[in-house]
């Protein structure tokens, strides 16, 4: 079953018409996923870009797997890369703990199967999935938790150390190192998962994987590798210094010319906000420096020269161009730069990304040029719901569609107990309000003959009348709500199942949530089933 985004809560209209209305956003678009006719030629111009760093990338990523036994499938990818006729599918996430919510591997999976696919399609090309680690990102507190739902229908939040909100100093997080304390984060997380035949192996598993003195980079690459190595997923780390200093034209260019790019990038983030929405807030330079004491945003002064935000450390123009030559691995591109690094590393013919994604790229097109990089295709990643077959009979039970459960919990409970109700409270109210104000104005017209003051009054004992009414309308519907609590805990339980914090499923739950229940081999009935090319949320069903 497939849901209309448009049917969902939440999303923007920029995304929407990306999917759907893409003649209204072609401007900010260099290229239409949908058109198909245009496909060769962007593959044509992609692979015949001149890359004089092609023979060096598959050797350093090679050097990336030194701790891991790729398959031959991913050594075949991973080496195909030197060849002209290869083009990487590529999608990328922050490296949240145990693979974050699910869509991370939703979005894994849109990748694999769609290099596939065009592999078959398109024979005179090679194409294969990649996985860009973003370790350079420093928001510690979105990769350092978990969502599940317990035995006890409660949707908790499972947190690695702790976040303090208000700590402006961050450092990348793929470099952060597990100490002990991930020891009680497995500790609450086997107290809170229920017993099955899974449990044990799929927790000592992952404790090998996540462990005290490993980094967040390590443990999700091997998170990753185990799952999807089979299919020939190549692991990216955009963090390896000889990435980092193939990357130095693109960072020093940055910098050089940074007011053009500011420049541009504000003019079609204003428009976006006239018409849409800019996901992005600009900034004067799209690089951060980091070392031992956190990440920062570089920063232009007015009297010349750059200093890193909240730091007294400043640059000349020629330090900060030196410094890149010499000390590359300590900068680091921002949202809006990070896509012109990994093209300018990759011959990247599809992005696979989510609805903000999406957004940002509205706004980072216009760098494409300007790098003179060809831009890829920004194809949606699959979006899905698992349907459980014990919620999937709630659902039945109470003749509801998933598109019901994407509301207010209250609402939804509401409509719910009024539906099975033999008597609906708004109905028999209702009737008796109406009926109570023509009784009102039946006599407020005979006793205006008698006296005009007293007819009036009626309007302050009508309010009285119906406020009482109103009263005795919460205490009906308490009532009648606790009769029915069985089906408020059940409408309860298919909410936090399948739209836990008013939120979709994909974007709060953990897949370890489903693993526990029902072993790895639901991960490949997810792979089978999802489809890649019908850009509507999809529903699962287990």
């Known amino acids: 079953m497939f849901i209309n985004f448009r049917d969902i809560p939440g999303h923007q209209k920029l995304f929407l018409d990306y999917l759907y209305e893409f003649e209204n956003v072609k401007e900010f678009y260099e290229n239409d996923f949908r058109d198909k006719d245009e496909y060769s030629n962007k593959f044509k111009k992609i692979s015949g870009s001149e890359r004089s760093f092609r023979n060096e990338v598959p050797n350093i990523i090679l050097k990336q797997y030194k701790n891991l036994e790729p398959s031959q499938k991913t050594k075949d990818n991973i080496a195909s890369l030197k060849e002209k006729n290869t083009l990487a599918v590529v999608t990328g996430q922050q490296l949240g703990i145990l693979g974050g919510p699910l869509y991370t591997f939703y979005k894994i999976i849109t990748a694999i199967k769609l290099a596939s696919s065009l592999s078959k399609r398109y024979d005179e090309y090679n194409f294969i999935p990649v996985f860009w680690l973003e370790g350079d990102d420093h928001d510690f507190e979105e990769v350092s938790h978990i969502n599940l739902v317990n035995d006890s229908n409660e949707l908790l ?137 956190g990440r920062f945003s570089i920063e232009p002064m007015d009297e010349g020269g750059y200093r890193l935000k909240r730091k007294k450390k400043k640059f000349t123009d020629e330090e900060i161009i030196s410094e890149i030559d010499s000390n ?75 598109e019901d459960v994407f509301t207010d919990i209250d609402k939804l409970k509401s409509e719910v107990v009024e539906s099975i109700s033999a008597t609906t409270m708004d109905d028999v109210f209702g009737k008796t309000q109406h009926d109570i104000d023509l009784a009102l104005d039946n006599l407020k017209e005979k006793l205006f003959v008698i006296d005009k003051t007293i007819a009036d009054a009626t309007s302050k004992y009508r309010e009285k009348f119906f406020h009482y009414l109103d009263e005795l309308k919460d205490k009906a519907k308490d009532s009648q709500a606790k009769k029915h609590e069985i089906t408020l805990r059940q409408i309860d339980k298919a909410s936090k199942a399948l739209y836990p914090n008013s939120n979709l499923q994909e974007r709060e739950i953990n897949f370890i949530y489903f693993a526990n229940k029902y072993g790895m081999d639901f991960l490949n009935k997810i792979f089978e089933e999802l489809e890649i090319n019908k850009f509507e949320h999809q529903t699962l069903k287990l």
């Open 328 to 402: 590359p691995q300590n900068f680091s591109p921002n949202v809006l730069l990070r896509p012109i690094c990994q093209d300018y590393i990759l011959p990247t013919a599809f992005y696979i990304g989510g609805p903000s994604e999406i957004s940002y790229f509205a706004q980072v097109m216009k760098l494409y040029n300007i790098f003179n990089i060809e831009s890829p295709y920004i194809y949606p990643r699959s979006s899905a719901t698992i349907v459980e077959r014990n919620i999937n009979s709630i659902l039945e039970k109470y003749n509801l569609n998933i």
């Open 157 to 293: 939040k499972l947190n690695y150390g702790e976040v303090n909100p208000d700590d402006e100093i961050k450092v990348s997080v793929g470099n952060i190192k597990f100490d002990n304390s991930i020891n009680p984060f497995f500790h609450e997380l086997s107290k809170n998962l229920r017993d099955t035949e899974f449990k044990e192996p799929l927790l000592a598993k992952l404790k090998s994987i996540y462990k005290d003195g490993k980094t967040y980079r390590e443990s999700f690459s091997e998170l990753i590798f185990w799952l999807f190595d089979e299919y020939g997923l190549v692991l990216f780390n955009p963090q390896d210094i000889e990435i980092k200093s193939l990357l130095k034209p693109v960072f020093k260019k940055e910098i050089n010319e940074f007011r053009l790019h500011t420049e541009k990038l504000v003019n079609v983030s204003a428009k976006l906000e006239e018409i849409y929405h800019a996901q992005v807030k600009v900034k004067p330079i799209n690089l951060f420096y980091g070392n031992a004491e």
